[in-house]
Each structure stands twice: as structure tokens, then as C-alpha cells.
């Protein structure tokens, strides 16, 4: 399979000229930072992880000729597998959605799963978390939160197990916040099932100790914009298992056999056809550039920075609602649960049930934004009429997220002075409905 490799190096002139590319870059930077120190700035849900390095690194690796699938892909994901600590493989996609649909689809291929199996999601979920599963024939098994730390009800989930007998879960670390990994695993490994851990928004979240994403067979991540670290777009699909990863990258390319080795028994099977266009799995093309790589790889050298910001800003706002518990419930992580905060969630509560609108219009009007918590009970969307699926039990914990729960923006640009900010007009907020009632 040799073929023709392209040239990145180009000489010291070259070399020079990137440089000068370099020095411009962080200025582009410098002068964006001076104007947005601006104390009236508007503060936003997320405000994106790209700085110098990252940009810097993405358009030399444009002009080097570095387009897709090579070493910086290769070290990307290598550094990623090393962040959750090794015993996981990473494999980069071009976004979190991606990397879900890769995830099924390997566990399809390979006979993990098969089609009509039942399998446990959250009713609070996105669409993309769903959407493989009905993609491929699994029945969707919804089930509520809790009200603690809004993960999966795992009372609600033994009930489903032991009625419906299903052959996984896909299961969505919350907003940050990882689930009750104890109790969902020995509830897997008592009834056989698969855990295939959606953590597209809680990347360096730990569960006692042990990185979110790292609990069962498959596990994705999202790189997505307003996420922990941004690709552009992107994502990463890991795996325990080498069968599994070795499947999932002749997935993730067009279903051709190019990442085996030329000596590997399927080539000389087929002696008649060019190794290079092999076709053996159902594939598409999930896979993530080499400039996205290329920022990836600077990002992740952040992550833990950006990470450690977030936690700093959410301690500030829990101790500011934990004296208005009567109004406010937020996310709780478990006492093993270490969160990432991909955001603040709120459930207005009390006197303030029937009020999101007017908070969230209230917060806005002083430039502060917030969003609904996830998209809410996924389980009342219009598109529901359009698969099968089981949906049983009163979803109280959902639902009353969807009516009156929020997000506030906590996220690695934000100061404390800003949380300060957006506690200050809260504050105004109920004093405002104190005067009201
Ligand atoms: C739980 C969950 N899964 C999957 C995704 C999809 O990720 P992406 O936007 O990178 O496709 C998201 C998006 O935020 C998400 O919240």
C-alpha cells in the first residue's frame, strides 16, 4: 500500500516566513484580548478554548501539506488515550455525533449488539445520543433522572432492567457531572449489558479517581465549540477493546481494511483487489482533519486549566444557592463524582417555578446568557413518532427539568468577577419576585 508522500518541509526560508506567521497570529490575539476586557462585555454560555497556539498550529499545518489522517492525527489521539490513562484507545472523529454513531455502529458490526436489542438512554438527552441507536434497529428504553445530580434515577433504571431485559445503556455523563458509576456497573455486570458511556460533555470528569469514559466497553467524547476543548468540530470515539478499535477504524473510513498491516491475512484472500481498496465494513467517513488535529493537540495541553477554571466558577455559584435552596436546585455531583462543568444547571423551584422565562428574559436583558438544560425530556419531541421505543414511568425529575430548569454559563473564560456578576442580577431577580408576590 506505498504511495507518494507529500512534502512538509520546505526549507529554512519557509520555515521563516512561519515564524513571521506566528508573531501575527499573536498579535491578532493580543489585540482581540485588549478589546474584549471591556467590563460591560455580554457574558456568554461558552466562549471558545482557540487561542494563538492553537490557531497558529492549525494554519501551519494547512500550508505544510498536513490534510488528513496522518502524525498529527496519530499523536492527537495518542495524547488523548494518555489523558484517560491508558487503558483506552482513542479514536478521533469529526464530531461528538459522529463519534456516537461510530460507537453503535462498531457494536453492530461486530455482533455486540443486534437489531431489535433494547437499550437503556436518558429521557434527559440530546439527539444524537438517540439517534444511532434508532439508526440501527435498537430500541430506545428511556428512563428518568434524579434529582440530585440529574444523571439516570438508578431506582428508575433496576425497574427498567428487570421489566425489559435490555442488552446496554447508553448512558450520558450530565452536564460535567459523572453518574453513580458504582451502582450502574454492578447493575450492568449483574444483568450483562453493555455500557457505552456518551461523555460529549463531561471530558475530564472523574468517577473515584477514574476519568469519565473509561467505565465500560465504548465510551465518545465531543471537541464541539462550546465543549471543554474545540476542534472546530470534533469528537473521539475510545475502546477497551483492540477487535472493537481495529473494526471501528475501518468504520470510520469509508469501511476500507488501510490501517491493517500489509501482511494480514484478509489481503492475500483477496489477492485480486488493490489492498488500498478493500472494502470489508459498512463505513463512512467520520474521520477529523489534520489541522483539527493539529489544535487538538494544543488543546489538550490546556484541558486541565480549563477544567480547574470551570470548577472554581461553579464553586462560587454553589455556595451562592445553597442558601436559596428553597427556590433553586442545582446539580450535586456525588461525593466520588469530580465534575468538569460543562455548565451550571439550575431547576427553579418554589415561588420561582412557573418564572424561567422571565429569569432567563430577566438575565438576558442585563447580557447574560443562559439555555434550557440539555434539550430537556427528549421523550416529548416530535420526532419520537417516527421510531420505536419504550417510555414508562412519570419522568417527574424530567419533566420538571424541561418546564423550569436552565443552564448558566460556567466555562474556562470566565472570572470569578463575572459569576459575581451574574450572582448580583440573580439576586436582584428574586428580590424582584419577593416584591412581586
Ligand atoms: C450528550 C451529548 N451527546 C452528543 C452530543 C453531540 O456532540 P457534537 O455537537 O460534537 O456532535 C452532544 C452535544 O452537545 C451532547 O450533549
Redesign the pocket.
Known amino acids: 500500500m506505498s504511495y507518494l508522500k507529500h512534502d512538509n518541509e520546505f526549507g529554512a526560508e519557509f520555515d521563516s516566513a512561519l515564524n513571521e506567521l506566528q508573531i501575527c497570529i499573536q498579535k491578532l490575539y493580543s489585540i482581540r484580548a485588549i478589546q474584549e476586557t471591556n467590563e460591560n462585555k455580554p457574558i456568554r454560555l461558552h466562549d471558545s478554548t482557540i487561542e494563538s497556539s492553537s490557531a497558529y498550529s492549525c494554519i501551519r499545518a494547512i500550508v505544510r501539506n498536513q490534510i488528513t489522517m496522518g502524525k498529527l492525527v496519530d499523536f492527537y489521539e495518542k495524547s488523548y488515550s494518555d489523558y484517560l490513562g491508558g487503558s483506552f484507545k482513542s479514536l478521533s472523529c469529526n464530531?461528538?455525533?459522529s463519534a456516537?454513531l461510530l460507537a453503535i455502529s462498531t457494536l453492530m458490526q461486530s455482533g455486540r449488539l443486534s437489531v431489535g436489542d433494547k437499550v437503556i438512554v436518558p429521557a434527559l438527552s440530546?439527539s444524537?445520543?438517540v439517534f444511532p441507536l434508532v439508526q440501527y434497529g435498537l430500541v430506545p428504553v428511556f428512563c428518568d433522572a434524579n434529582d440530585t445530580d440529574y444523571n439516570i434515577d438508578t431506582y428508575h433504571l433496576k425497574s427498567l432492567i428487570k421489566k425489559y431485559n435490555p442488552s446496554a445503556i447508553m448512558l450520558?455523563h450530565t452536564y460535567g457531572c459523572p453518574a453513580d458509576m458504582n451502582q450502574i456497573c454492578s447493575l450492568c455486570n449483574e444483568n450483562n449489558m453493555l455500557i457505552i458511556e456518551?461523555t460529549?460533555?463531561s471530558m475530564g470528569a472523574e468517577y473515584s479517581g477514574r476519568k469519565a469514559g473509561t467505565f465500560g466497553e465504548v465510551s465518545t467524547f465531543?471537541t464541539?465549540y462550546s465543549h471543554h476543548i474545540c476542534t472546530l468540530?470534533g469528537?473521539f470515539t475510545c475502546f477497551k477493546d483492540e477487535e472493537l478499535l481495529s473494526l471501528a477504524k475501518s468504520i470510520r473510513s469509508h469501511g476500507w481494511l488501510r490501517h491493517l498491516e500489509d501482511n494480514d491475512p484478509i489481503f492475500s484472500q483477496y489477492k485480486e483487489l488493490d489492498k488500498g481498496f478493500l472494502f470489508s465494513n459498512i463505513g463512512y467517513n467520520l474521520r477529523l482533519s489534520e489541522p483539527q488535529a493539529a489544535i487538538g493537540i494544543e488543546q489538550i495541553k490546556m484541558l486541565d486549566s480549563f477544567i480547574e477554571n470551570r470548577k472554581q466558577m461553579a464553586m462560587i455559584y454553589s455556595e451562592y444557592f445553597q442558601n436559596h435552596k428553597d427556590i433553586f436546585s442545582f446539580i450535586e455531583p456525588l461525593p466520588e463524582a469530580n465534575s468538569s462543568w460543562f455548565g451550571f444547571p439550575l431547576v427553579l423551584k418554589g415561588r420561582l417555578d412557573k418564572q424561567r422565562r422571565h429569569f432567563r428574559d430577566f438575565l438576558l436583558d442585563k447580557k447574560i446568557e443562559t439555555r434550557p438544560f440539555?434539550a430537556g425530556d427528549f421523550t416529548i419531541q416530535p420526532v419520537m413518532n417516527k421510531f420505536q421505543h419504550i417510555k414508562d414511568g412519570d419522568f417527574s425529575v424530567t419533566s420538571a427539568i424541561t418546564s423550569s430548569g436552565l443552564a448558566l454559563p460556567c466555562h474556562q473564560g470566565l472570572k470569578s468577577k463575572d459569576i459575581e456578576k451574574i450572582l448580583y442580577y440573580v439576586d436582584q431577580f428574586i428580590k424582584l419576585e419577593n416584591y412581586s408576590t
Do not use: A, K
Request: proline share 0%; net charge negative.
Open positions: 464530531s461528538g455525533s456516537n440530546w444524537t445520543t450520558i456518551d460529549c460533555e465531543s464541539y468540530e469528537g440539555l
